[in-house]
Structure formats: structure tokens, C-alpha cells
């Protein structure tokens, strides 16, 4: 794995959410490159002695990648650590356009995201039989611009579960735009810091959410979670485990 920059997904932040191929690059790195505003320090703990390691969020994009391009031109292994799933609002595109023009060989390892710790943390499947088939993952438009096409009270029409990412310091401007289509009764929860131990959850309807959201002074590091399936109510049992359904490896009772 010598010379070589790996971008690992570290998870949402319980240090026994990281990967075990995750562990064994951080444990040999001679760089460790870490998103310090996001990621759980206790998922470093594992570096070897002598390891080299930097807060990326003390850095811009041109350190990030001449350190790395020239670490792993150097025979170093680069872990480049990144909070959550590095895939949903990692910025490694432009990571990795730099490496490929470096000539720079580049893997990802995958993580556990803050969606899927959410949605543990809310003890909620997102998908459930006739209430909602589809989860939208998407963020509203600020600093970083997204296509018009793409916003909120447009993908609020189909009424599925949405889970929001970086909207929860303009929770009202949200919560504003998913009422185009949702009810205000529909559910909705913030899970801040989801698997940390300061996890903090709260709970509501677009009706009240803002204030609760408000009064629990979450600003930031939260995810919301939008859709019907956070309702209490009685599940409809899916298809896969029903008695009479009849599939590839088991034949229905009465067939």
C-alpha cells in the first residue's frame, strides 16, 4: 500500500463505526490528512508512532493535494480521512481530479453515514412498505449553490423520506419550502452528532420542528429527517418475510 493515497470514510463518529480496512490503513499511514471539524479524534487513536497527522480544516485545497501528491510520490501511505461516507458531501472529486493529473494511484473506502446513524439513532426504517419507497438525500442552497431544479420545495412534491444535510442553522427557510407539498403534520426529527456521546435528537412536525430545533440550540452537525415513515403507527409488513409470498428461496404456504 506504499505510495499510494487512500480517502477513508471514517463514519459519523463512534471510533467503533470505522471500517476494519478503514483501521489497518490508519494504523500503517505514514500521513494522516483529517477533516478536524467533523471527524472523531478517537478514530486516529490507532496511528502508529511517528505518524505524521494534519487538521485539513486548518488548510486549503492546493496544501491538501501537493502534500498528499508528494507524500505518496515520496513511497508514503496517505490515509485521507474523511467524516461519514466521503461519497455524500466529501469534496474528494476535486481531490482525486488532482491526483489522476499527478498521476497519483488513489482507492475509497467507504464509511458509515451520518444518514444511517440517524436513522439507527431514530430506531426508523426509511423505507417502509406503502408509506414511502424512495429517500431523497439533499441540502438546501447557500455558499455552495445547487441547481434550481434540485431545490427543496421542488423535491418536496414527491413526498418522499427526505433526509437534509447542512440546513439546519436556515431550519425555518426549510421547513418553509417542504410545506409546498407535506402536511404539517407530517413528521420530522434532527439528530445532531448522530452516534456520538453527546447525540442529541429531536423531535417534531414541520409545524413546530423550527422552534424545537431552536429552543435545543442545534445549529449545526445535524441532519434532518423528513417523511412519514418516522410516524408511530402500524407497519405494513413488507413482502420478503411474508408466509404466502413465494421467492427464489422459499415456496409460499398454500402455493
Known sequence: MQGKVIFIGAGPGDPELLT??????????????????L????????AKEG??????????????????????QAGKLVAR???GDPAIYGAIA??????KSEKVPYEIIPGVSSLFASAAALEAELTQPE?????????PAGRTPKPDREAIFRLAEHRATMCIFLGVHMIAKVVAE???????????????????DDQKIVRGTLEDIADRVKDAGITKT???????????????PSKLYDAHFTHEYRKGEGE
Open 178 to 196: 417542504l410545506l409546498t407539498f407535506y402536511d404539517p403534520e407530517t413528521p420530522v426529527a434532527v439528530v445532531q452528532k448522530a452516534s456520538w
Open 222 to 236: 445535524a441532519l434532518i429527517v423528513v417523511g412519514d415513515v418516522l410516524g408511530i403507527g402500524e407497519v405494513t
Open 20 to 37: 476494519i480496512k478503514a483501521a489497518k490503513v490508519i494504523e500503517k499511514a505514514d500521513l494522516i490528512i483529517y477533516a478536524g471539524s
Open 39 to 46: 471527524v472523531n479524534p478517537q478514530v486516529l487513536s490507532g
Open 131 to 139: 408509506v414511502s419507497q424512495t429517500v431523497i438525500i439533499t441540502r
Open 94 to 99: 476535486e481531490q482525486i481530479q488532482y491526483l
Open 81 to 83: 480521512v474523511h467524516t
Open 51 to 72: 505518524a505524521e497527522i494534519h487538521n485539513s480544516a486548518q488548510m486549503n485545497l492546493d496544501e491538501i493535494v501537493q502534500m498528499m501528491a508528494e507524500s505518496a
